[in-house]
């Protein structure tokens, strides 16, 4: 229930009179684009494109207001008391001498460690059942930065931001200490003991009172150790369980070919890809790879490039959709029916275009459908995880009618060790436990009191289940109804392994022994399958040297672990039938009248598993930029239509089931469709994630996972307050995003030329650079905006969190921040992003107001940063017409929680209160190659620096490197004729460029 | 006048305590868990440094050594004596013996040892005779202007590779002249940039 924070207006005329108003300044809007003629106009939010005042005050400031100003009455008087507590402590330590500071050895140095330099291992996060194969970074045993391992063709180097920001939820300080049963802290052996004449009971009834619920397995040596388990006990069940799972592709794949299969895209080889609701740059198995290949297919890098196009049709603006040539905004539950019109004009047997389309999606349909079919081998079709099984089955029957499979789709074997559907395994587990025929029930990684249908009830009936065991990082929702809590090891804590998108057999090694005595899921199966004493190692191990079977096993397996996978395993191409059955493609129903709403896991800490991690908290939603919050995310013509503005609380209603959630406008939405994130609005995820957003589980049903039709939407009249950063660190549309079509790029490929004035030459003295010049690149045509780079920011630059009061005052601390703009009528605008770091300017306006010297030029073309030098003046942060420099107004880093400092980059300074801080370039990694290649008497090589936000890109739209050195990317990157700088009226000269934006839409498509 | 006079002379004195060993603990010994002796160690058994601080020439930390570097000689000669008492135990119980840093920079200060050693840069230039201290002790202020006269100057302390190690190498009268050939050999670049030292 969100708190009633400012007055609501009370009287019906009042309402009606703010609705008056809303519907002139819609009004005004729409008049200022008719007024605008030919020329290009982004904006960032409705406020700005109406001109409120609200808008040119924030325009005109450094920080958003109140954001330099003591305006909380209560966070003052705090302020106050710790400031007297530590100016005592300063005026003492100003004068004696330092802490004493220890030294301690080691007693037999480990292999390989030098202290000072970091490691790397290979290791992998699981994710829905895949592997994200990475590269973790250790500082003298202790992990502190993941990267992409770039040897391995899931990732190629890159990462999602969830593995990012998965080095904080190991040093989560809410993770439970110990095991504990009924809150009794109790050792692993007395759990064993406990369980043994349980075990033993339910030998005799062959296990028919066990239950194992776990999230879905690809590992084949946990699947192994279940399986071994079940056949200890042959009437206990396995059950898994994601609330955000990929039923819907499971369910499509069986519906289209018979059996279940994985469908890797192979976006290289497609020249028109069709996206139906799949944001597949961010979602679902391979999203890296698959970001990195479709980006690359859009790169410019000469005059006549031959760029992919991209259609995309979804109900809430998403960070693929970002970068569509056309995009379509459309309710999720018409989806399945413009498919079916796809479907039809590319030729699929018996599917026809259903009559609920409008006149104009079906025009569209047809022009798609052209455009697929002149592509045929070389088009793509792919359905978004969370669409029914028949937009999946469409999809997979337009990619056979279209000869793309085998081509750009290859279907494998599914990587699972045991698809099955789980929305009703868990409806069946529900049922049975409601029925007394669950005796023992384990549960190992889920949280279903929080996220299964709610309908099931699952927290009333797991309650008559009589033995209820909980293994899980946190002492989650579920953990709190059971007697028996076991501490879930990390990833990064475990040995394991997964599959990953193509296969792949990827392999987990831990980084550090379990820091709390924590046990992992397959130790767990082991005991209870009567195999007690074997460690985690041995159990995976002895898995792989039982199936490779090879003399040289030893020498192999540290190979694999090396490497972090096994070679070959890659699953090969499996040939699928497609079914005859045209009713699996029976076009769904259309969607009712009235309101829908859809539901979606969240694209910060998606279904909730990653709500106590406050980078992912933080870190503002693609579009929305909303941080700390989830909202109901609408168009402005159903907000005006159901008379709400930002930040009013609505009552969502659909059968008997209610939430209230306060609005956040979203132009680019579907009109009467509502999106709500999950994940939010959680109890007992810890002290970060607890009572933050609203729990919109609540209405989730067996029926209706995703799309609730027939939605009563009410305004409740309260208002709610949001954190969005969406007009924070504002640069006012001063030609900042440049983008224009393929066609009229072939024309003018220096078409972001025009835009620029460049004052006449500087009266100050050019600085020279001998060897390196560091300059970076971004290329808007591959960015979009998934927020990998900023939480991959915050792990290598050890930047705090401030939370959501501070957010709402402009006080972010994000050194990397992903702006994102509109361009045209506010019902469907096209979507641009545009990450903005520090610019490190040639002539540097914050440079020459620092009354301290605290921020300088470095003789490689930094702008550097020195925070022990700064004295908090703000001269420079006022002075930067970028606005990328962050405050500390308060002491936003955590010193005293000895967990949180072990995450820390040991080669990064942890700023304290009042100094400013801001991009560096990764100095710190810049300094390190600098020093290794001058050690071995040589140049830094090119590519051999990656900076943290270049390193994690997916798409990787970032170039870093040496301007200098004519043959580096990043020097190529800056002659091509649409590489651009920001403002350069100022003659800052900023040493980040971007390429210019280049969309590649379909002559045919006009204004269909 | 006598009020300015008060606020010069409070000044001097403040800024004579700050700047005193007592508070930059220079030159001052600190107790260590063992009274470890460089003197003997290094002057009287002969011992390279590298043989304790083994990744001097590899990393920005020069290294500790692990205890059983210590129990290589002390698992056989002294073994009994009290003051080596805290080696045993740490051999023993597996703990490490808690060293007190003697060079303690301050926390936003990256040193590398590495590139210094590798540019000709003698260990007894920052650290002083070691072979000559019983008990170790800061040698220099460890000033950022101590640090700056070299960076700014090299030619002034830079000596040939082959003598860093040398801890009773002097200064040749022609130091300038060989340092700014040494200087030109070893690619030295006067690093005097803030985020050389500062990230």
Not at chain 1, 68 to 90: C, H, I, K, N, Y
Not at chain 1, 120 to 126: D, E, I, L, N, Q
Not at chain 1, 625 to 651: F, I
Request: hydrophobic share 40%.
């Amino acid at each position: 229930m969100p708190e009633d924070r400012a007055q609501a207006p009370s009287g019906a005329a009042e309402i009606a009179a703010l609705h008056a108003e809303r519907a002139a300044e819609l009004q005004r809007i729409k008049g200022r684009l008719a007024g605008l003629g030919e020329g290009k106009r982004y904006w960032r939010s409705l406020d700005e494109l109406a001109e409120s005042p609200e808008f040119l005050e924030m325009l005109h400031r450094e920080f958003p207001q109140g954001a330099s100003e003591w305006s909380d009455p209560v966070s003052r008087r705090q302020f106050l008391t710790l400031m007297g507590a530590s100016l005592a402590l300063a005026g003492l330590t100003g004068c004696v001498k330092g802490p004493k500071e220890n030294i301690y050895p080691y007693i037999r140095q480990p292999e390989q460690i030098i202290p000072g330099k970091p490691l790397f291992f290979a290791s992998a996060m699981t994710f829905l059942g895949y592997a994200e194969p990475l590269l973790v970074e250790s500082h003298m045993g202790r992990p502190t930065k993941i990267e992409g391992n770039p040897d391995h063709g899931s990732s190629l180097g890159s990462t999602s931001l969830y593995a990012q920001a998965s080095i904080l939820s190991m040093y989560d300080p809410d993770r439970p200490r110990t095991i504990t049963h009924l809150g009794e802290i109790r050792p692993w052996s007395e759990f064993s003991a406990q369980m043994a004449p349980v075990l033993e009971e339910q030998k005799k009834q062959q296990g028919s009172g066990i239950r194992l619920l776990t999230p879905t397995v690809t590992s084949p040596s946990l699947a192994a150790a279940i399986r071994r388990m079940l056949a200890v006990y042959p009437q206990a069940k396995w059950v898994q369980f994601e609330p955000a799972g990929r039923d819907n592709a499971r369910e499509g794949a069986r519906r289209a070919f018979g059996e279940v299969v994985d469908t890797v895209y192979k976006f290289e080889d497609a020249d028109v890809v069709l996206s139906l609701d799949a944001d597949f740059m961010v979602c679902g198995p391979g999203a890296v790879r698959h970001a990195r290949d479709f980006a690359a297919r859009r790169k410019v890098r000469s005059a006549d490039p031959a760029m992919n196009r991209l259609y995309m049709v979804e109900p809430m603006p998403s960070s693929t959709g970002s970068l569509a040539d056309h995009r379509i905004a459309m309710r999720a539950s018409d989806i399945g029916a413009f498919a079916s019109a796809v479907a039809a004009g590319v030729g699929v047997a018996g599917v026809e275009a259903p009559a609920s389309l409008s006149p104009r999606q079906r025009r569209q349909a047809e022009v798609i459908a052209r455009d697929l079919a002149a592509h045929k081998g070389r088009s793509l079709v792919i359905a978004g995880e969370w669409q029914p099984p028949e937009v999946h089955a469409l999809a997979h029957a337009i990619n056979g009618a279209l000869g793309n499979a085998g081509k750009t789709v290859v279907y494998l074997p599914s990587a699972e060790a045991q698809p099955v559907n789980q929305w009703t395994a868990i409806k069946d587990l529900a049922e049975e436990m409601e029925q007394d025929k669950v005796q023992l029930l384990v549960i190992a990684g889920c949280n279903p009191v929080y996220d299964a249908p709610a309908d099931l009830e699952f927290a009333r009936r797991m309650e008559k289940v009589g033995l209820r065991i909980h293994l899980g990082l946190l002492a989650d929702e579920t953990a709190a109804l059971c007697q028996w809590q076991i501490p879930e090891c990390h990833f990064l804590e475990s040995w394991g392994d997964a599959r990953a998108h193509d296969g792949t057999v990827t392999l987990v090694q831990p980084l550090i022994a379990p820091l709390f005595g924590s046990k992992t899921l397959i130790e767990l199966v082991a005991l209870l399958a009567g195999e007690g004493a074997k460690s985690n190692y041995e159990l995976v191990r002895d898995y792989w040297k039982s199936q490779l079977n090879r003399p040289d096993f030893d020498q192999f397996w540290a190979k694999c672990i090396h490497d972090g996978f096994i070679p070959d395993t890659a699953s090969q191409p499996k040939a699928v039938t497609a079914s005859t059955d045209r009713a699996a493609f029976a076009p769904t129903a259309p969607g009712a009248d009235g309101i829908e709403v859809v539901l979606r896991p969240d694209p910060c800490v998606f279904d909730g598993r990653f709500a106590n991690n406050g980078w992912l908290q933080e870190v503002p939603k693609p579009f929305s930029k909303v941080t700390w919050d989830n909202t109901a995310l609408m168009s402005p013509a159903t907000a005006k239509r159901l008379g709400v503005q930002d930040e009013d609380v609505v009552e969502i209603a659909v059968a008997g089931r209610k939430v209230t959630l306060p609005v956040c406008i979203q132009p680019g939405h579907a009109d009467d469709s509502v999106t709500v994130h999950l994940g939010f609005g959680r109890t007992r995820a810890g002290k970060v994630g607890n009572k933050v957003g609203v729990n919109t589980y609540v209405l989730r049903t067996y029926e209706a996972p995703w799309v609730l039709t027939g939605a009563a939407v009410r305004k409740t009249g309260k208002r709610y307050a949001l954190a969005r950063t969406q007009m924070h660190w504002n640069m006012e549309g001063r030609n900042l995003v440049r983008h224009t079509d393929l066609e009229h790029f072939r024309k003018e490929p220096d078409f972001v030329k025009k835009y620029d004035y460049i004052p006449p030459a500087s009266i100050t003295p050019r600085h020279e650079y001998r060897d390196n010049s560091w300059g970076m690149v971004v290329d808007l045509n591959a960015c979009n905006g998934c927020n990998a780079c900023v939480v991959a920011c915050n792990a290598e630059n050890n930047i705090a969190i401030v939370g959501k009061d501070q957010v709402r005052r402009g006080r972010e601390m994000h050194w990397i921040r992903i702006d994102q703009y509109y361009e045209g009528d506010p019902e469907s605008p096209s979507l641009h992003t545009q990450p903005v770091a520090c610019q490190h300017c040639e002539n540097a306006p914050c440079e020459v107001v620092c009354p301290v010297a605290a921020t300088v030029h470095g003789d490689e073309g930094t702008n550097d940063m020195v925070y022990n030098r700064c004295v908090g003046t703000r001269f420079c942060a006022n002075n930067c017409p970028y606005k990328v420099r962050r405050f500390n107004f308060f002491q936003y880093q955590d010193y005293t929680t000895d967990l949180l400092k072990m995450a820390r980059n040991p080669d990064v300074t942890v700023r304290s209160r009042g100094v400013i801080e801001k991009c560096s370039f990764c100095i710190q990694r810049l300094n390190a190659a600098r020093i290794d290649s001058k050690l071995e008497g040589r140049p830094i090589r090119d590519g051999e620096v990656k900076t943290a936000c270049q390193a994690a890109c997916p798409p990787q739209a970032i170039i870093f490197g040496n301007m200098n050195d004519p043959e580096s990317e990043v020097a190529k990157a800056k002659t091509l004729g649409h590489n651009y700088a920001l403002l350069t009226e100022y003659n800052t000269e900023p040493r980040l460029t971007y390429l210019g934006s280049v969309r590649n839409p379909n002559p045919e498509f006009g204004e269909a | 006048m006598a009020v300015l006079a008060l606020v010069a002379s409070t000044g001097t004195v403040a800024a004579l305590v700050y700047h005193s060993p007592f508070i930059r603990g220079h030159r001052v010994p600190k107790d260590q868990p063992v009274p470890f002796y460089h003197e003997h160690h290094v002057a009287g058994l002969g011992l390279d440094c590298r043989y304790c601080h083994w990744s001097v020439e590899k990393s920005s930390f020069a290294g500790i050594p692990p205890t059983s570097v210590c129990m290589t000689c002390h698992s056989q000669i002294y073994t009994d004596v009290p003051v080596l008492e805290p080696v045993r135990e740490s051999w023993r119980t597996g703990k490490p013996i808690e060293w007190v840093k003697v060079h303690d920079l301050a926390d936003f200060v990256y040193f590398n040892h590495a590139i210094h050693i590798n540019k000709g840069i003698g260990c007894n230039e920052c650290h002083g005779r070691v072979d000559k201290m019983s008990a170790m002790y800061q040698d220099s202020t460890l000033y950022m202007r101590w640090c700056l006269d070299c960076h700014r100057n090299p030619e002034k302390f830079v000596r040939p590779r082959e003598e860093v190690f040398n801890m009773a190498y002097e200064k040749p009268a022609n130091q300038e002249e060989i340092g700014r050939k040494l200087v030109a050999e070893y690619e030295i670049g006067n690093k005097v940039n803030c985020s050389t030292c500062h990230h």
